[in-house]
């Protein structure tokens, strides 16, 4: 059998649970309520695969500005300089205003033409959708469910791994609302708990098709050496 090929997350000690990583070419929702470090952990993936692999990524943010992310992500010790011919931040919010523009097209089949563009001109091995609800609402989908069958296998098809963060209800605990997460062929869940009035970060795999994992909800930790669970 060959081995499936995959991608490190640089989580540290998460890895190891994944069999090396996230098989390549799948598509992974990273889950979780507001403030989460959603946004952090797909930024982790990009940065470090850029810097320790010379594998490229695009980020791609829909509602927060490209400043933002960029900034955000180098206060938690993530520069962009040096990797940024790897590692592009991508506001594609202003496709909104380019539409107007743009005849009949809609926003979905211009956000493919974007990234359609990138991958011939750079190779792309990663991607992140910050966040897969804002896509849904800026798409406008007629049907969410078929629409987005279609969009994950665009994905698919693609060849790119790909990260689709999803945002939780402060009040529920659904990943998605249109079944993204049966789409999807991989979850992690990151939820904040409360002890008394200690609140602690925890990751978990939920689901990796192709991947003997554990199951579990471990403690996130981020320190200046980066992510890391405590499996043991
Ligand atoms: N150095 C740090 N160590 C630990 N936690 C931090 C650090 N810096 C920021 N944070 C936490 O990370 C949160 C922001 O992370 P991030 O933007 O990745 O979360 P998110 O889940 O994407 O948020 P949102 O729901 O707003 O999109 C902050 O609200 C803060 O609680
Ligand atoms: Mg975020």
């Known amino acids: 059998m060959v081995a499936t090929k995959r991608i490190k997350t640089y989580i540290r000690g998460l890895d190891e649970h994944l069999q090396g990583g996230i ?32 594998k490229s990524g695009v980020y791609v943010t829909l509602e927060q500005s490209r400043d933002s992310v960029v900034d955000s ?3 938690l010790g993530m520069e962009l300089d040096g990797i940024d011919e790897r590692l592009s931040v991508l506001d594609l919010s202003m496709i909104r205003k380019k539409l107007k523009q743009l005849s009949k097209q809609s926003w979905i089949e211009v956000f493919k033409m974007y990234v359609n563009n990138l ?12 966040s897969l609800p804002v896509l849904q609402v800026m798409a406008k989908f ?7 069958f279609r969009f994950f296998e665009w994905l698919r098809e693609l060849g790119i791994t790909s990260f ?14 249109h079944g993204e997460d049966f789409l999807s062929d991989g979850i992690m869940h990151l939820d904040l708990r ?14 990796m098709r192709k991947t003997a994992h554990k199951r579990g909800y471990f403690p996130l930790i981020f320190d200046e050496g980066g992510f890391e669970v405590v499996t043991h």
Do not use: W
């Open 164 to 177: 689709l963060i999803a945002e939780m209800d402060q009040d529920g605990n659904k990943f998605c609302a």
């Open 23 to 54: 098989p390549l070419g799948h598509t992974v929702l990273i889950a979780g309520k507001p403030g989460t470090m959603k946004s952090s952990v797909a930024y982790n993936v990009l940065y470090h695969n850029a810097k320790e692999e010379n």
């Open 119 to 130: 991958k011939g001109s750079m190779d792309v091995d990663l991607l992140v959708l910050d």
């Open 142 to 148: 007629e049907d969410p469910r078929d629409d987005l």
């Open 194 to 207: 409360r002890d008394d009035r200690v609140v602690n970060l925890f990751l978990s795999i939920v689901k």
């Open 73 to 75: 992500m180098a206060g």
